[in-house]
């Protein structure tokens, strides 16, 4: 299943000293398979993409395992404790694109906004067949 809608800003945490980002996974087109690629952060399941659809969470600043990989059901889903450290920087709205690189693995990267926003149709069509297992305790007050 999917949403028609569009990735959506994060409303400020008044009394915050570190603001919450809308951090936003797209899944890219030329992707060959169709099956689809489990998104997990920090070691948790957040969405499973499918076709050109993006999914969004909500982090705080400072570093975190970004990982993306197709069904591992064989290895039983060891790939979500990769350790793909990424900073998440301030920015209210960061983009990550999910993609295959040139020996045919699927890889995540962080994508420059204008990059991310000429991804039109995945930025289009949110993934909403899953439920995201990602625990956030709010960000630290000080």
Do not use: W
């Amino acid at each position: 299943m999917t949403e028609a809608q569009a990735p959506q800003p994060v409303q400020p945490v008044a009394g915050s000293a570190v603001q919450p980002v809308a951090v936003v996974f797209f899944r890219d087109a030329g992707i060959a398979t169709r099956q689809p690629i489990n998104i997990y952060v920090n070691g948790q399941y957040q969405a499973s993409l499918t076709g050109e659809t993006f999914t969004e969470k909500v982090l705080c600043p400072g570093e975190h395992s970004l990982v993306a990989a197709p069904d591992d059901v064989r290895q039983r889903y060891q790939t979500k404790q990769a350790r793909n450290r990424v900073s998440i920087g301030k920015e209210p709205a960061q983009y990550f694109r999910v993609f295959q690189n040139a020996a045919g693995q699927i890889a995540i990267a962080a994508a420059p906004r204008d990059a991310a926003l000429a991804a039109v149709p995945s930025l289009r069509t949110r993934q909403s067949h899953t439920i995201s297992r990602v625990s956030r305790n709010g960000c630290p007050a000080a």
